[in-house]
């Protein structure tokens, strides 16, 4: 499994070259690779629905118990088999929607290593492992939607997606390490088997919040659900892709993955129903007053994750099981209708809704597909969306505490739910022609084969529910769970209480449907009034903090004077080192005046004198080289105590400072005095204080051992181990030559830094 | 901008002009000795590089920009690229030998009676070397070429 999931990230890193040898083929080359994934996964049905769960480790940090483990059970198996199947036609799609694309290569490069991630967010077993392909997901998901970051537009919006579902990230790790620090291990099997033992000492209700702000800012939870919408300033195959049948996914999958753990748990229960059942109607609210089919669409999938979120949050077994069959169908249905969508688009040039209509006749396979797809989004019989509506319907009639609440939302939403796809399934292909910007054709066969066989798929498993049943949604179910259970998928349940309510929903679909035209005019107003009430709102005004804070502080801290950036850092050190010393050593040391030569006395006495001198003389030439003199001093003291190599490069480096500084120098302009009488002693008194603490400090370390001195070490092993006499060669470019090798690309960027600097400025100058 | 009594570089010191003539390549050959012999004795790459940096800064001094660029031949920035890619090439042979990340390896064999000891420290040095001289002569040339 290791494979299937690198698999991905290997052949993005080739597509350049793929590219460049298949040119307008590409997407039908790529689709390859997500087909025999589906092959491989399809192999292991027989066995994971068997009840077997495959298991997988590679050692990845084991010194941190981190692994790249990878589990196969029902749940994965799934959503391995959605995202490697609709990501084959997916791949063709792309091909003949972005044909001719100069960037086509960029695309698929992303578009892979999307793909990768995903698979391995939903088979890995560790937690940081699963963290880090959601990380993944999020970084791809904002380069697909900013993929034409030529469009100021699309760059918003691929960064509002990007803040949203990084910092629910931010949440979701911290929920994660409290996990790991709780449960002992970071493996969620073993989290999931033991979790009576560490719940009890845990603080649950903090874990369940951090993760819930993973997820549901990841799955577009309502009051996170403003960037899904947004995000369709992606190509419309991203769209189809992770914006409906796969990424927006992740947030339900981590917490039908966590369920059998917090399934007990009231805050759990509550949160999901709840936040569920709110993002289920509003997600249908908003998609019933737009025009613009993809947005259409977006806000269905939105009401489509609230009400898996809404399922897991019941939790009876019947919502476990309508959890498992709405996952199905909608990725089916829903990555089906995006491309539906965005065929319409390429051909006619317009994807507003409400300037569609008539091209049944001009593009016969799209219409059927869409109806069929439509048909299984609204939950007619016999379309697998169908089954999916009706234990959906069942499980809110068990909702428990929300009970009211999650049947009235429920109810209305499959109202609304069933209008749109009423118009999305007749307004552009039935009435009368209408205009539009290109003349419109039947979309190539590359865009053509997904949504046909998705919407095939939709029907065969609505008319033999036995098929998914046995395949893969009895292994999910177990999963979920965390139980095994027994039941069937059939279209037929006998007359009750969920048919009537289909049916009642299916009514009010078609009333409303034929209200849509006469309702757009008063909706568009109604929703104007309520924009200033929108969460999107509240993340403007958030940006906005954002940006006035750093405005605040950069001010404050950044403010370019030189001087104060060296008090700030300076007295930093002073109060903070200083407190450390004076807290864990105390003021004391002992001064031996024994051993000190009369020339060693001398030396310092110049250093003293000339030190006084650099800071007092009025000629910048004098204090530069009064600095060189203090500079060759301090050599002096390095050779008179056998450190030649020391003394060596100060003498070099002290040259090459003088040289450099008269360089600069030469560019400054007169000198004179700029600072007032108290400028003047509080420098005095920061670099006095400074100078202080620095004598304190080295006259403690020489009065406190703590450690052996790791320095009679260098000397012993220099020989032996790295065959040097030279112990400053040898601890530079051996025993630290990771160090060294920093230092090397420190210098480098410096270099690069003054040269930039300088070469910016000349160009200024020049122009 | 330019004022010409505020040069760095007057062009009529002859006895400067002659000596950075004869030292340049003295200066150059010293700091490939301190380099080569640095693992037993003072020097190394570090020192050496900056020995080899002052020579042509010595150089640039009497003789300007233009000229030092001429004999030079790479650009300083080249200088630069060239260490830190030897600093980090010398990091790898010891992955081909599953050893840690940078541990040293040595060949050690005779040539004619004296001993030849190469080593991955050795690249790492000349690597370190490069990197000062790329370094320094970035920031001086840059800095004198903004002069004038």
């Known amino acids: 499994m290791l494979y299937a999931v690198l698999s991905g990230f290997v052949v993005a890193a080739l597509v350049p070259w793929l590219h460049w040898l298949f040119r307008s083929h590409i997407g039908w080359v790529l689709a390859v690779l997500p087909a025999s994934l589906t092959v491989y996964f399809a192999s292991m049905i027989p066995a994971v629905s068997g009840g077997e769960i495959i298991f997988q480790q590679w050692a990845w940090f084991p010194g941190m118990d981190i692994h790249l483990g990878f589990t196969l059970d029902g749940l994965s198996l799934l959503f391995a088999l959605l995202i490697s199947f609709i990501g084959t036609f997916v791949m063709i799609y792309a091909g003949g929607y972005l044909k001719g694309h100069p960037a086509l290569g960029r695309f698929f490069v992303v578009m892979l290593s999307f793909m990768a991630s995903m698979l391995g967010l939903v088979l890995s077993d560790n937690l940081i492992a699963l963290f880090v392909f959601w990380e993944l997901t999020s970084i791809t998901s904002y380069l697909l939607i900013g993929f034409n970051h030529d469009n100021e537009d699309a760059r918003k919006c691929a960064l509002q997606g990007l803040f949203v579902s990084v910092i629910g990230g931010f949440f979701l790790l911290v929920g994660m390490m409290l996990l790991g620090i709780y449960g002992g291990t970071y493996s969620i099997a073993e989290l999931l088997t033991d979790s009576g033992d560490w719940m009890s000492a845990a603080p649950v209700a903090l874990i369940i919040i951090c993760v819930l702000g993973g997820t549901f800012t990841k799955s577009a939870q309502f009051p996170f659900h403003f960037w899904l919408p947004n995000a369709m300033a992606a190509p419309t195959p991203v769209s189809a892709y992770l914006h409906s049948a796969t990424m927006v996914k992740a947030g339900v999958y981590l917490m039908a993955r966590l369920n059998p753990a917090f399934g007990e748990e009231m805050l759990w229960t509550l949160a999901l129903t709840g936040f569920g059942a709110v993002t289920m109607f509003v997600g249908a609210w908003l998609s019933y007053t737009h025009t613009d089919a993809k947005k259409v669409l977006a806000y269905s999938t939105v009401m489509a994750l609230g009400t898996l979120t809404m399922l897991i949050g019941i939790g009876t077994h019947y919502a476990m099981i309508a959890f498992s069959a709405f996952l199905l169908g909608h990725s089916l249905y829903k990555g089906a209708l995006f491309m539906i969508a965005g065929a319409i688009d390429h051909e006619a040039g317009t994807k507003d809704l409400s300037r569609l209509g008539g091209l049944r006749k001009l593009m016969p396979w799209t219409a059927a597909a869409a109806l069929v797809a439509a048909l299984s989004l609204a939950g007619v019989p016999p379309l697998f969306g169908f089954i999916g509506k009706e234990l959906m319907l069942e499980a809110a009639l068990s909702a428990g505490p929300l009970q009211a609440l999650a049947l009235t939302l429920a109810v209305v939403s499959a109202m609304l739910t069933a209008a749109i796809a009423a118009v999305i399934a007749l307004k552009p292909f039935y009435g009368p022609r209408l205009d539009t910007p290109k003349k419109p054709h039947e979309a190539p066969l590359s865009m053509l084969a997904g949504p046909v066989v998705l919407a095939a798929v939709s029907l065969l498993f609505g008319l033999v529910p036995g098929l998914p049943e046995t395949m893969l949604v009895t292994a999910a179910v177990t999963a979920v769970a965390g139980v095994p259970l027994d039941f069937y998928l059939s279209l037929w349940h006998g007359f009750n209480l969920p048919l009537l309510l289909s049916a009642v929903g299916l009514s009010g679909g078609a009333l409303l449907f034929f209200w849509w035209d006469r309702s757009r005019e008063p909706l568009r107003r109604l929703m104007d009034r309520l924009d200033r009430f929108a969460p999107e709102t509240g993340y403007f005004k958030a940006l906005d903090g954002i940006v006035w804070l750093c405005d605040w502080q950069t001010r404050l801290l950044q403010n370019g004077k030189m001087g104060n950036y060296m008090i700030v850092l300076v007295m930093t050190t002073v109060v903070v080192v200083g407190y450390t010393l004076a807290a864990q050593h105390g003021i004391r040391f002992t001064l031996d005046w024994q051993d000190i030569n009369f020339y060693e006395m001398a030396i310092v006495a110049l250093l003293m004198v000339t030190a006084v001198f650099a800071t007092t003389t009025r000629s910048r030439l004098g204090a530069v080289a009064t600095m060189g003199v203090l500079g060759f001093m301090v050599a002096l003291i390095f050779i008179l105590f056998s450190a030649p190599d020391l003394g060596i490069t100060q003498v070099l480096v002290e040259t090459l400072t003088v040289i450099l500084l008269v360089l600069v120098l030469f560019r400054l302009p007169g000198f004179a005095r700029y600072s007032t009488l108290f400028e003047i002693f509080r420098d005095g008194f920061v670099a006095v204080s400074f100078g202080l603490l620095m004598t304190m400090l080295v006259l403690a370390t020489l009065d406190a051992r703590m450690f052996e001195p790791i320095s009679s070490y260098f000397i012993e092993a220099a020989y032996p181990e790295a065959l040097g006499r030279n112990i400053v060669n040898v601890i530079l470019v051996d025993f630290r030559s990771l160090d060294t090798l920093g230092e090397l690309f420190v210098l480098g960027i410096a270099a690069l830094g003054v040269y930039s600097m300088l070469k910016l400025r000349a160009e200024k100058l020049n122009d | ?148």
């Open chain 2, 1 to 148: 901008m330019t004022d010409p009594n505020k040069k760095i570089m007057k062009d009529n010191t002859v006895i400067l002009h002659t000596a950075a003539l004869a030292l340049l390549p003295l200066q150059l050959l010293f700091s490939v000795f301190l380099l080569l012999r640095g693992h037993d004795e003072p020097g190394g790459g570090f020192i050496a590089g900056l020995v080899g940096a002052g020579a042509v800064v010595l150089y640039l001094f009497a003789h300007g920009v233009d000229a030092t660029r001429r004999i030079m031949r790479f650009d300083p920035r080249d200088l630069l690229g060239i260490g830190l890619f030897l600093g980090t090439v010398s990091a790898f042979p010891a992955l081909l030998r599953g050893e840690p990340f940078l541990s040293a390896q040595w060949w050690i064999f005779d040539l004619a009676g004296t001993e030849i000891k190469l080593s991955t420290v050795l690249v790492f040095d000349i690597g370190v070397y490069f990197a000062v001289v790329g370094t320094i002569l970035t920031v001086v040339v840059s800095l004198t070429e903004a002069e004038e």
